[in-house]
């Protein structure tokens, strides 16, 4: 069960900042931002984490899938293993100056780094650490009159 809250409580964040990310006045553009070649909601959303509108695009669908992967535990950690690599790859991205715009179509540097990071490495406890879901076999159930 806690594999299957994760996915939902995780996409359910995702979702979130990827609405926000939508809302013009929460993201704010700041003068420190590289250029990028997808400039369409570029700046920082909470003056704090660089976006643009294909990063808000993948907080969508990231957060979309964790509310539907929420259904079932094979899912879930299908999605939090999936999570920590991503999360991990775009960590790994972000700590690359040359690179960290993802040749200028997503910003992915800044305090995205550490969310990235801390993200990959929750995911990553869920969807290998974490205890597996146990099930209750109603079937074996006998009621005594």
């Given amino acids: 069960m806690q594999t299957r809250y994760f996915a939902l409580v995780f996409g359910i964040i995702y979702l ?12 704010i553009r700041t ?3 590289p250029p990028i070649a997808i400039e369409t909601l570029y700046g920082r959303l909470f003056g704090l984490f660089p976006v643009n ?7 969508l ?3 979309a ?9 094979r899912d879930s950690k299908l999605y939090a293993r999936s999570l920590a690599i991503i999360f991990g790859i775009l ?22 780094i550490w969310l990235h990071a801390l993200s990959a490495v ?3 406890y869920f969807g290998w650490v974490a205890a597996p879901e146990t099930t209750v076999d109603v079937t074996r159930t006998t009621v005594r009159h």
């Fill in 16 to 27: 979130i900042v990827g609405l926000a990310g939508l809302i013009p006045g929460l993201v």
């Fill in 31 to 33: 003068p420190d931002l």
């Fill in 53 to 59: 509108i294909l990063h808000t695009l993948v907080h």
């Fill in 61 to 63: 669908v990231l957060g």
């Fill in 65 to 73: 899938w964790g509310i539907a992967a929420y259904r079932a535990y």
């Fill in 91 to 112: 960590f790994l991205i972000g700590i690359i100056p040359a690179i960290n715009t993802l040749f200028g179509l997503v910003p992915l540097f800044g305090h995205d």
């Fill in 122 to 124: 929750i995911a990553a």
